[in-house]
């Protein structure tokens, strides 16, 4: 069992920043961002691995880094250059196993979200 507590959400105006913070209680293979638009489906937004590969959706590619902190047990997702479009309740997620992906279905331990909200 993996518990994973997102933090760092808020209001940013657009073409801010944002860090939000993923403390997880042991790290997997595979861990990762998704995030959730009201009336919109659940979304990836990045994934980090253990061999250090990440990947990120298009709409955040050179926008938002994903990054953690081995010592602390720590999963990042730095936003930078905000967008009223990036507005989102946003999930920390893990699962175990080599494959890894931003299709959701795959991850088995989830997060209770961290709001952001961005503002013009």
């Known amino acids: 069992q993996v518990q994973l507590v997102e933090s760092g959400g808020g209001s940013v105006q657009a073409g801010g920043s944002l860090r939000l913070s993923c403390a997880a209680s042991?790290?997997?293979?595979?861990m990762g961002w998704f995030r959730q638009a009201p009336g919109r489906e659940r979304e990836g937004v990045a994934y980090?691995?253990?061999?250090?590969?990440?990947s990120y959706a298009d709409s955040v590619k050179g926008r938002f880094t994903i990054s953690r902190d081995n010592a602390k047990n720590i999963l990042y997702l730095q936003m930078n250059s905000v967008k009223l479009e990036d507005t989102a309740m946003y999930y920390c997620?893990?699962?175990?196993?080599?494959?890894?992906?931003?299709?959701?279905?795959?991850?088995?331990?989830w997060g209770q979200g961290t709001q952001v909200t961005v503002s013009s």
């Open positions: 997620a893990a699962r175990h196993g080599s494959l890894c992906s931003l299709n959701l279905s795959l991850f088995t331990y």
């Open positions: 042991s790290w997997t293979y595979c």
């Open positions: 980090f691995t253990n061999v250090g590969t990440t």
